[in-house]
T-cell receptor
Framework: GENVEQHPSTLSVQEGDSAVIKCTYS??????FPWYKQELGKRPQLIID?????GEKKDQRIAVTLNKTAKHFSLHITETQPEDSAVYFC????????????FGAGTRLAVHP | DTAVSQTPKYLVTQMGNDKSIKCEQN?????MYWYKQDSKKFLKIMFS???????INETVPNRFSPKSPDKAHLNLHINSLELGDSAVYFC?????????????FGPGTRLTVT
C-alpha cells in the first residue's frame, strides 16, 4: 500500500544553521508532493509544494528537491530562525481520480537562539 | 474572514456518549475532508466529500458518520465514544478532488474521552 517515510523524527539546530528533512515514498504514481508546517496547537499549513515535472523549487529560505527515480524528496530550510520551530509533514498524492494525501510521520524541528 | 472553521474547539466527554463536530468553509471549495491526528501527531485521512458526495472512506469504525448538507459544510458524528477516539480532528477543504491542490485545514477539535 501507499507509504511515506520521513526522517529524522526530531531535529535540533542552532539559529542560522540549515535544516534538511527527507521523505521517501512507495507509490510511483505519486506526482504531487506538498510540505506542511504545524506550529504547536495550530493547524497544518502548506509551506511549499512540488510536482513531478519539476526537480527543485525554492521560496526564499525554503526549498524542496525531488528525485522521482529514487522516490525521495527533501525540504531544505536555510538560515533557520526560532519561528521555524514546528512539526513539518511531507505528503504525497497522485493527482487524478479520488486520491488522498498520504502524510509522513512528521519531523519536530527545534531552532535554538 | 476565517477560511475553514470548526466547532467546538474542545470537547470533553465520557465513554459511550455520542458527539458531533461541525465544519464550514467559505472558500467556495468543492472538496472537504476529515483527518484524525493522534497523540504522536500522525495525520490520517478519514473521509472526503466532493460536492456533498462521499468519495473517500478510509478504514474507520462505522461509529463515525460524516454528513455533508451542502458543499460548504461537513459534519462528523461519533457514536458510542471510546477512549481510543481521543485525538485532534481536523477538517480541511480543497478546490477540487483531483489532487494537486492545497488543502486548507481548520483549527482542529481536541476530543478527550474519559
Amino acid at each position: 500500500g501507499e507509504n511515506v517515510e520521513q526522517h529524522p523524527s526530531t531535529l535540533s539546530v542552532q539559529e542560522g544553521d540549515s535544516a534538511v528533512i527527507k521523505c521517501t515514498y512507495s507509490d510511483s504514481a505519486s506526482n504531487y508532493f506538498p510540505w506542511y508546517k504545524q506550529e504547536l496547537g495550530k493547524r497544518p499549513q502548506l509551506i511549499i509544494d512540488i510536482r513531478s515535472n519539476v526537480g527543485e523549487k525554492k521560496d526564499q529560505r525554503i526549498a524542496v528537491t525531488l528525485n522521482k527515480t529514487a522516490k525521495h524528496f527533501s525540504l531544505h530550510i536555510t538560515e533557520t530562525q526560532p519561528e521555524d520551530s514546528a512539526v513539518y509533514f511531507c505528503a504525497t498524492q497522485f493527482s487524478g481520480g479520488y486520491n488522498k494525501l498520504i502524510f509522513g510521520a512528521g519531523t519536530r524541528l527545534a531552532v535554538h537562539p | 474572514d476565517t477560511a475553514v472553521s470548526q466547532t467546538p474547539k474542545y470537547l470533553v466527554t465520557q465513554m459511550g456518549n455520542d458527539k458531533s463536530i461541525k465544519c464550514e468553509q467559505n472558500l467556495g471549495h468543492d472538496t472537504m475532508y476529515w483527518y484524525k491526528q493522534d497523540s504522536k501527531k500522525f495525520l490520517k485521512i478519514m473521509f472526503s466529500y466532493n460536492n456533498k458526495e462521499l468519495i473517500i472512506n478510509e478504514t474507520v469504525p462505522n461509529r463515525f458518520s460524516p454528513k455533508s448538507p451542502d458543499k460548504a459544510h461537513l459534519n462528523l458524528h461519533i457514536n458510542s465514544l471510546e477512549l481510543g477516539d481521543s485525538a485532534v480532528y481536523f477538517c480541511a477543504s480543497s478546490q477540487d478532488y483531483q489532487g494537486g491542490y492545497e488543502q486548507y485545514f481548520g483549527p482542529g477539535t481536541r476530543l478527550t474521552v474519559t
